[in-house]
Protein backbone atom coordinates (compact mmCIF):
# COMPACT_ATOMS: atom_id res chain seq x y z
CA UNK A 1 0.00 0.00 0.00
CA UNK A 2 0.66 4.15 -0.05
CA UNK A 3 2.71 4.78 2.50
CA UNK A 4 2.37 8.51 3.45
CA UNK A 5 5.55 10.83 4.36
CA UNK A 6 3.52 13.36 6.21
CA UNK A 7 0.31 13.04 8.52
CA UNK A 8 -0.79 16.04 6.26
CA UNK A 9 -4.43 14.42 5.75
CA UNK A 10 -6.31 12.12 3.09
CA UNK A 11 -7.45 14.93 0.67
CA UNK A 12 -3.69 16.63 0.59
CA UNK A 13 -2.48 12.70 -0.21
CA UNK A 14 -4.99 12.41 -3.09
CA UNK A 15 -4.13 15.65 -4.68
CA UNK A 16 -0.45 14.79 -4.67
CA UNK A 17 -1.66 12.07 -6.62
CA UNK A 18 -3.16 14.77 -9.63
CA UNK A 19 -7.07 13.76 -7.65
CA UNK A 20 -9.16 16.65 -7.13
CA UNK A 21 -11.66 16.61 -4.11
CA UNK A 22 -14.42 18.02 -5.88
CA UNK A 23 -14.10 13.97 -7.69
CA UNK A 24 -13.80 12.03 -4.81
CA UNK A 25 -16.54 14.06 -2.89
CA UNK A 26 -18.77 13.01 -6.20
CA UNK A 27 -17.84 9.80 -5.98
CA UNK A 28 -18.47 9.27 -2.47
CA UNK A 29 -22.27 10.68 -3.25
CA UNK A 30 -22.67 8.55 -6.06
CA UNK A 31 -21.66 5.60 -3.86
CA UNK A 32 -23.78 6.44 -1.22
CA UNK A 33 -27.04 7.04 -3.74
CA UNK A 34 -26.06 3.21 -5.27
CA UNK A 35 -26.29 1.47 -1.53
CA UNK A 36 -29.56 3.68 -0.63
CA UNK A 37 -31.04 2.75 -3.94
CA UNK A 38 -30.29 -0.79 -3.47
CA UNK A 39 -31.19 -1.32 0.12
CA UNK A 40 -34.86 -0.49 -1.50
CA UNK A 41 -35.87 2.70 0.19
CA UNK A 42 -37.90 3.32 -2.14
CA UNK A 43 -41.00 1.91 -1.13
CA UNK A 44 -42.06 1.16 -4.22
CA UNK A 45 -43.61 -1.95 -3.13
CA UNK A 46 -46.10 -0.99 -0.59
CA UNK A 47 -49.24 -1.57 -2.26
CA UNK A 48 -52.27 -3.68 -0.36
CA UNK A 49 -54.29 -6.56 -2.62
CA UNK A 50 -57.24 -5.34 -3.61
CA UNK A 51 -59.98 -8.51 -2.98
CA UNK A 52 -62.16 -9.62 -6.05
CA UNK A 53 -65.41 -8.45 -3.91
CA UNK A 54 -63.77 -5.17 -3.68
CA UNK A 55 -62.42 -4.92 -7.70
CA UNK A 56 -66.39 -5.88 -8.12
CA UNK A 57 -67.57 -2.76 -6.38
CA UNK A 58 -64.98 -0.43 -8.22
CA UNK A 59 -65.51 -1.62 -10.86
CA UNK A 60 -69.58 -1.14 -10.49
CA UNK A 61 -68.88 2.04 -8.80
CA UNK A 62 -67.80 3.05 -12.21
CA UNK A 63 -69.93 5.83 -14.84
CA UNK A 64 -71.93 3.00 -17.23
CA UNK A 65 -70.40 0.13 -15.73
CA UNK A 66 -73.76 -1.22 -13.78
CA UNK A 67 -73.81 -5.27 -12.61
CA UNK A 68 -70.20 -6.48 -12.52
CA UNK A 69 -68.71 -9.76 -11.89
CA UNK A 70 -64.85 -10.55 -11.02
CA UNK A 71 -61.80 -13.40 -11.10
CA UNK A 72 -58.66 -12.79 -10.35
CA UNK A 73 -56.25 -15.55 -11.64
CA UNK A 74 -52.59 -15.49 -9.54
CA UNK A 75 -49.28 -17.08 -11.63
CA UNK A 76 -47.18 -19.41 -9.28
CA UNK A 77 -45.47 -17.06 -7.42
CA UNK A 78 -48.82 -15.30 -6.44
CA UNK A 79 -48.73 -12.19 -8.02
CA UNK A 80 -52.16 -11.27 -10.34
CA UNK A 81 -51.58 -12.56 -14.07
CA UNK A 82 -54.93 -11.98 -15.51
CA UNK A 83 -58.16 -10.47 -14.44
CA UNK A 84 -61.52 -11.09 -16.20
CA UNK A 85 -64.41 -8.27 -15.50
CA UNK A 86 -68.13 -9.16 -16.34
CA UNK A 87 -70.62 -6.18 -16.75
CA UNK A 88 -73.39 -4.82 -17.93
CA UNK A 89 -72.15 -1.86 -19.55
CA UNK A 90 -69.41 -3.47 -21.39
CA UNK A 91 -70.62 -3.11 -24.96
CA UNK A 92 -69.39 0.86 -24.44
CA UNK A 93 -65.86 1.33 -25.55
CA UNK A 94 -65.38 3.87 -22.73
CA UNK A 95 -66.60 1.39 -19.94
CA UNK A 96 -63.96 -1.02 -20.97
CA UNK A 97 -61.37 2.17 -21.33
CA UNK A 98 -62.30 3.02 -17.74
CA UNK A 99 -61.89 -0.65 -16.33
CA UNK A 100 -58.86 -1.51 -18.09
CA UNK A 101 -57.60 1.78 -16.28
CA UNK A 102 -58.69 0.62 -13.00
CA UNK A 103 -57.99 -2.64 -13.30
CA UNK A 104 -54.32 -2.21 -15.15
CA UNK A 105 -53.35 0.26 -12.05
CA UNK A 106 -54.52 -1.14 -9.28
CA UNK A 107 -52.63 -4.57 -10.38
CA UNK A 108 -50.07 -3.19 -12.84
CA UNK A 109 -50.89 -5.70 -15.34
CA UNK A 110 -51.09 -4.91 -19.17
CA UNK A 111 -54.68 -4.49 -21.49
CA UNK A 112 -53.62 -7.62 -23.21
CA UNK A 113 -54.20 -9.45 -19.30
CA UNK A 114 -57.24 -7.88 -18.70
CA UNK A 115 -60.97 -9.32 -20.30
CA UNK A 116 -63.84 -7.00 -20.39
CA UNK A 117 -67.17 -8.74 -21.73
CA UNK A 118 -71.01 -8.07 -21.36
CA UNK A 119 -72.78 -10.12 -18.68
CA UNK A 120 -76.00 -12.44 -19.86
CA UNK A 121 -78.44 -10.35 -17.82
CA UNK A 122 -80.83 -12.94 -18.71
CA UNK A 123 -78.53 -15.57 -17.02
CA UNK A 124 -78.75 -13.65 -13.58
CA UNK A 125 -82.02 -13.74 -12.67
Do not use: H, P
Not at 57 to 73: A, I, K, P, Y
Amino acid sequence: MWKLKSDSGFFEFLSAKGVSKKLVVFLALGIILLLIGSAGLGGADTTEQVSDGELSSMCSSLVGVGECRVMVTYNEKGEVYAVAVLCEGAESVAVKERIYELVGSLYGIGTNRIAVLKIDAAAQK
